[in-house]
């Protein structure tokens, strides 16, 4: 059964910091791009950074403004996101994704979904 599972969401203050796991079970990830991508309370699902599976490229959105780092380790088919700084406007459910190969922004390009974590980020 192919599954994907993210951890390590919660609530942290303004300037925290959280690492976001995405664990993936029934395959493995060293053949699958994967993205993530946040969804918040009546807005569009915007995606956040992604890695690439080829060259371990990584990608991130330009409003992170270099707060975030993706990285993944493939023995443990585990993804991670350090999430740094963060920000009241960060506050979301996060999603992991994986697709063939190759980055893509787009989530409809995506074949396999977590089920999310919640990140909240209040004083």
């Known amino acids: 059964q192919v599954q994907l599972v993210e951890s390590g969401g919660g609530s942290v203050q303004p300037g925290g910091s959280l690492r976001l796991s995405c664990a993936a079970s029934?395959?493995?990830?060293?053949?699958?791009?994967i993205g993530w991508f946040r969804q918040a309370p009546g807005k569009e699902r915007e995606g956040v950074s992604c890695?690439?599976?080829?060259?371990?490229?990584?990608y991130y959105a330009d409003s992170l403004q270099g707060r975030f780092t993706i990285s993944r380790d493939n023995a443990k088919n585990t993804v991670y996101l350090q999430m740094n700084s963060l920000k009241p406007e960060d506050t979301a459910v996060y999603y992991c994704?994986?697709?063939?190969?190759?980055?893509?922004?787009?989530?409809?390009?995506?074949?396999?979904w977590g089920q999310g974590t919640q990140v909240t980020v209040s004083s």
């Open positions: 890695i690439s599976t080829s060259d371990g490229s990584t």
């Open positions: 029934g395959f493995t990830l060293d053949y699958y791009a």
């Open positions: 994704a994986a697709r063939n190969y190759y980055c893509s922004g787009y989530g409809g390009q995506y074949d396999y």
